[in-house]
């Protein structure tokens, strides 16, 4: 059974920064998801395999940058210039196809989640 632990996170000011990581998984696409108290879960950035297509929520664009190490096995998420509206628990996930998604329903796995929290 396939587990991903995301790693990472935790509370920094405004316009900082943090990178999030995850094992990821070779021949899947993998995406990033979070979700604030009250809110849906929502889709913040995704890339295929092997990382040549990668795509962004309109909020995260920009500020956000999703990559992966194919040799480590490892997807990360780069945040800069945060806000307070990106306080969310971050998930990662693997999708099930190579392509990337923007859709929750198309990932199969998924993290516990890492808390982000950024102060004004």
């Known amino acids: 059974q396939v587990h991903l632990a995301e790693s990472g996170g935790g509370l920094v000011q405004a316009g900082g920064s943090l990178r999030l990581s995850c094992a990821a998984s070779?021949?899947?696409?993998m995406g990033w998801f979070r979700q604030a108290p009250g809110n849906e879960r929502e889709f913040v950035a995704s890339?295929?395999?092997?990382?040549?297509?990668?795509y962004y929520a309109a909020s995260v664009k920009g500020r956000f940058t999703i990559s992966r190490d194919n040799v480590k096995n490892t997807v990360y998420l780069q945040m800069d210039s945060l806000k307070p509206e990106d306080t969310a628990v971050y998930y990662c996930?693997?999708?099930?196809?190579?392509?990337?998604?923007?859709?929750?329903?198309?990932?199969?796995?998924w993290g516990q989640g890492t808390q982000v929290t950024v102060a004004s």
């Open positions: 996930a693997r999708s099930g196809v190579q392509s990337g998604s923007t859709l929750a329903h198309e990932y199969s796995v």
């Open positions: 890339i295929s395999w092997p990382g040549v297509r990668t």
């Open positions: 070779s021949h899947y696409a």
